[in-house]
Antibody, heavy 119, light 109 residues
């Protein structure tokens, strides 16, 4: 059974970089059949897609975040990561990692991790 | 970019009743790349329906999806206590971002 688990700091200072890692178990990220991505959810609000990346290198980013986001794969560790630069309080959210069988169709999710941006 | 608008914002029903949730797209989703997710408090979303009407693995048949073009519906035929949650529709596929609707909260009346 595929499992995904987010990890990283729960508190980030304004203007700094948010860095999260998603560890995948029960399956390999070395497959061009899937997309690996990040979705976030501000407290009490809806879902906001951040970006997606395939093993083959196809990348998609939310235009509203594109200038600040990098998603990358580490096949040696079966992990993928998110970096979000120059964060503000508006970036406070639960961050989910997920796998899509078809681009953006999220069939497997991590449990989510809350990241708070505050000094 | 396709914008998805869900209605109603909140739906209050009793167990055993039928729920009908709507999702309207700002432009036609020509290949029916429309999905529905369920999210319970403190949990990640769960994929319910894709291709507008195909249930994901393990989803009970009281959940059904329908629609095409710009108008889509999620129907829950007989509500059970576990079904009270927030439901999101989503457009997926190779073109721009996998937009989510703003959600419909299904609450116990």
């Amino acid at each position: 059974q595929l499992q995904l688990r987010e990890s990283g700091p729960g508190l980030v200072k304004p203007s700094e970089t948010l860095s999260l890692t998603c560890t995948v178990s029960g399956g390999s990220i070395n497959s061009n059949n899937y997309y690996w991505g990040w979705i976030r959810q501000p407290p009490g609000k809806g879902l906001d897609w951040i970006g997606s990346l395939s093993y083959g290198g196809s990348a998609y980013y939310n235009p509203s975040l594109k200038s600040r986001v990098t998603i990358s794969l580490d096949t040696s560790k079966n992990q993928f990561s998110l970096k979000l630069d120059s964060v503000t309080a508006a970036d406070t959210a639960v961050y989910y990692c997920a796998r899509a069988n078809t681009i953006h169709l999220w069939s497997y999710w991590g449990q989510g991790t809350l990241v708070t941006v505050s000094s | 970019e396709i914008v998805l608008t869900q209605s109603p914002g909140t739906l209050s029903l009793s167990p055993g009743e039928r729920a009908t949730l709507s999702c309207r797209a700002s432009q036609s989703i020509s290949t029916s790349n429309l999905a529905w997710y369920q999210q319970k408090p403190g949990q990640a979303p769960r994929l319910l329906i894709y291709g507008a009407s195909t249930r994901a693995t393990g989803i009970p048949d009281r959940f059904s999806g329908s629609g095409s073009g710009t108008d889509f519906t999620l129907t829950i035929s007989r509500l059970e206590p576990a079904d009270f949650a927030v439901y999101y529709c989503q457009h997926y596929g190779s073109s721009p971002p996998g937009t989510f609707g703003q959600g419909t909260k299904l609450e116990i009346k």
